[in-house]
């Protein structure tokens, strides 16, 4: 067990709120990883990611003086290793929980007149099965059960819920009804996972849910990557990314491309307002570099092959396995390459460029600047629907992300 930052009481004490949320023990049903091929015949799974903001896929609210039932339980399948599943509240200032992932574990956040912690326990779940999550309330003790392992055990004592201050009870889930900064450790809230076989609470009690306003099919077939799906598009500021070596002058990106088609913009370096400074289309299964509006050089794209991009003062090479192609670059001044990490607006583009009818889509297993792996959690915009931490297995299902 973890716990983090100060407690009102001690670890074991735990309010109300989180017993409301603690599924029933199932006897003799013990659930462990389920192979994501797996076909269910029940209502379709959600998709937990509704862009790159907080906002939640859906919303139900309860009436805590009709709960007969305190219970939740839910099946989760991701390869993202942070985000928020579920986040409930009688009061967003003074009583709240969160439930999510942090380094691929389980986390629970908590905030109210009897606790404030942060307890992180379990297994890693970023592995693409599908994993049951419990938490069993037991006499005076709260279980957190993963694929029916014990993995977190926690004393608690509660008072009567019918003294509760506010009777209506709200989750959300795969979002935060309040800002991310009023996290007591911060988490990137958006979470690229399907959540299926949940159920909430006591049905008799609730007052309303929302209709899931999710992007993606959960019925889709998925690897660890990026996905962007034709049109999509992310943006990052040069000055937040890994810097160029200095003396001299350097820069490097890897991009791992696992699957393309189409013809667009991969990547672009450049500022919004104005046209790209150096670009790498994609083109009938080949790549052309760029730079500005010159001559541009042409390389067969293999994919599963990294595909490399060094730049230097004077020229990039650009090169995948054993074939290599140099683009020379203007004399130094103004409009070098060097400069534009110089620009505040300097950016770093990924995808479809502003104004560009782009048929491009691309999935990347990793993408690498100065050998540090970029984060698309962390990019200044981007696309609602863009995977960002997984791709479709097959290339034809990903066409399309609605559901």
């Not at 099919?217 to 990026?226: D, H, N, R, V």
Request: proline fraction near 10%.
């Amino acid at each position: 067990m973890e716990c983090r930052g100060s407690l009102a009481k001690p670890c074991w004490l735990l309010p109300p709120l989180l017993l409301l949320l603690l599924p029933p023990y199932h006897q003799g049903q013990v659930l462990k990883q389920i192979p994501s091929t797996q076909e269910i015949q029940e209502l379709p799974a959600v998709h937990l990611s509704n862009g790159p903001g907080q906002e939640p896929v859906s919303v139900m609210t309860f009436n805590l003086t009709k709960i007969t039932k305190t219970s939740s339980s839910f099946e989760l399948r991701t390869w993202d290793p942070e985000g928020v599943i579920f986040y409930g509240d009688t009061n967003p200032r003074d009583d709240w929980f969160v439930l999510g992932l942090r380094n691929g574990r389980p986390e629970i956040q908590l905030y109210n007149p009897w606790a404030q912690l942060t307890v992180g326990a379990g297994p890693r779940l970023d592995n693409g099965m599908w994993h049951q999550i419990e938490v069993k309330a037991i006499g005076d003790s709260v279980l957190l059960v993963v694929d029916g392992e014990e993995v977190l055990y926690l004393r608690q004592v509660s008072g009567p819920l019918a003294k509760k201050p506010q009777p209506i009870m709200r989750i959300a889930l795969g979002g935060l009804l309040f800002p991310a900064s009023n996290l007591r450790s911060p988490l990137v809230p958006a979470l690229d996972a399907c959540l299926r076989r949940d159920h909430w609470l006591d049905r008799q009690a609730q007052i309303s849910v929302s209709v899931p306003t999710s992007l993606r099919s959960c019925a889709i077939e998925t690897q660890p990557g990026i996905f962007f799906p034709p049109g999509t598009r992310a943006e990052f500021n040069l000055q937040d990314i890994p810097q160029p070596h200095v003396e001299p002058w350097s820069f490097s990106l890897d991009l791992g491309l696992q699957m393309a088609g189409g013809s667009g913009h991969l990547l672009a370096l450049g500022t919004p307002e104005n046209p790209p400074w150096l670009s790498l289309h994609l083109q009938d299964q080949k790549v052309v570099l760029s730079y500005g509006s010159g001559p541009g050089l042409e390389l067969p794209l293999v994919l599963g092959l990294p595909l490399q991009l060094k730049f230097a003062v004077s020229r990039v090479l650009l090169s995948q396995g054993l074939k290599k192609k140099i683009l020379a670059l203007p004399p130094v001044g103004f409009s070098s390459l060097p400069n534009l990490w110089a620009l505040p607006q300097g950016r770093l583009f990924l995808g479809t460029l502003p104004g560009e009818v782009s048929s491009a889509s691309f999935c990347f297993d990793g993408l690498w600047a100065q050998d540090q792996r970029l984060d698309m959690d962390q990019a200044l915009n981007r696309s609602q629907d863009i995977w960002t931490h997984s791709c479709p297995q097959n290339p034809g299902n990903g066409t399309s992300t609605a559901h």
